[in-house]
């Protein structure tokens, strides 16, 4: 056992000697552990964006020391050799984040999806995977070429003006206030909350957990000075955070109230010149926070962010286009959206219209199951419209006794097929052989047909 401690503790000085050699300069090094220690520090809890922060400020903190000495701005990344870079990225647990998996070991991959959609795509096991970014349609957009969001540089000019605070957008074009609001006449506020659900289960946005500025410390909870974008005006992401685990459906009822509530009310009616409540505008937050928050800022402030090149869209085509037919979007938004959800569909190898994911019967089974009936076989609810996305009256509902049920006898039949397939080529010909299929044990005798 000591011979092998021994083994083990120089071969690890060996690679960090190793590392150390390749990095070439010591402040290098002594930038990461710099990194580590002003991120760690400002950290209220441990969070999976930790290694991006470390490299983030690791080259920070190099631009910023060489940039003292040289008295010019440089790039990090214009600095230190590949080679360099690379090892940075090792030693700040990006790497690891990003390293291709092994999917030879993942039991069934062949005819079940992962959790977290790794390995679903055999050529590319991290496309389309939990926590890994999504495909740009256009080239991102860094007001420096390099990191910087735009509206960064408040004195650069965009299309010979300056760029407005998504504060004063927000103002200027999406403020409704709650008398101006009207209902929807045809769809139910079950379309909010589902859109709500499908944006947060496809896509997500990985945020620090840092409580104050790594380079500044300005505190995130009680300044909205502008420093690294770890901090949201007046509120710090780890209370949103503890926000939404904390939410609390315990009351009398449980959901079923707010899933009545949501069938059987009218969506806001989505208009161009009345886009977004106040009540979201003005007050986002205002219950548990001194300093009230505005969604609309924060999506705009997040589409910067993320390098989406709204500056340049063409002339006519946004937020406040005309509806398409029959729609609540633009015919900008509604190419988007279909463009979205036809590369989803297609890029899933385990779609369940694909052929060979399920049989004929089976398609045709999932193909009848309703929202409706989903509700009903979750909820307490037993009276429900028949398509909970169009707004209708109370008197029309159905009863959930006659909704279609999902029927799992194609199920059934299918793994006594696949077992029946299984036993005889066990037996080789044999008379007789045992299988389980759902709860029943069964025998089966073995003619020469089915051999």
Known sequence: MNLLISIVVLGLCHMLNHLTEGLGRPFNL???????????????????????????????????????????????????????????????????????????????????????????NRRNPLLGAANTPLANWLPPIYEDGISQPVGWDPSRLYNGVLLPLVREVSNRILSTADADVQGDSEYTHLVTFFGQWNDHDLSFTPHSPSIRSFSSGINCDESCERSENVCVCGVSLHRWVEWSLNLNLNHPGGTDPLIRGLISRPAKLNQQDHMLVDALRE???????????DLASLNMQRSRDHTLPGTHMPTGLGVSEPFVLGGRVGPFFSCLIATQFQKIRQGDRLWWENHRVFTKRQRASLASVSLARIICGNTGI??????????????????????????????????????????????????????????????????????
């Open 382 to 451: 037993r009276r429900v419209p028949g398509d909970p996305f169009r707004l209708t009256n109370r008197s029309d509902f159905t009863d959930c006794n006659e909704i279609v049920d999902l029927d799992l006898i194609p199920w059934i039949e299918a793994g006594k097929a696949a077992d029946e397939t299984l036993c005889t080529c066990a037996l080789h010909k044999q008379n007789q052989c045992f299988f389980s299929s759902g709860h029943v044990n069964v025998n089966i005798c073995l003619t020469d047909k089915i051999v």
């Open 283 to 293: 007050r986002l937050f205002a219950f548990r926070s001194h300093i009230a928050m």
């Open 30 to 120: 002594e930038a990461i552990e710099e990194a580590k220690r002003l991120i760690d520090e400002a950290y209220l809890y441990s969070h999976a964006v930790r290694a991006a922060d470390y490299l983030q400020q690791t080259l920070r903190i190099i631009s910023e020391k060489t940039h003292h000495e040289h008295k010019r701005s440089i790039n990090a990344t214009a600095l230190i050799t590949p080679e360099e870079l690379q090892t940075i990225v090792r030693l700040t647990g990006c790497a690891a984040q990003v390293r291709t998996p092994s999917c030879r070991t993942t039991p069934l991959i062949k005819k079940y999806c992962t959790a977290n959609s790794v390995c679903n």
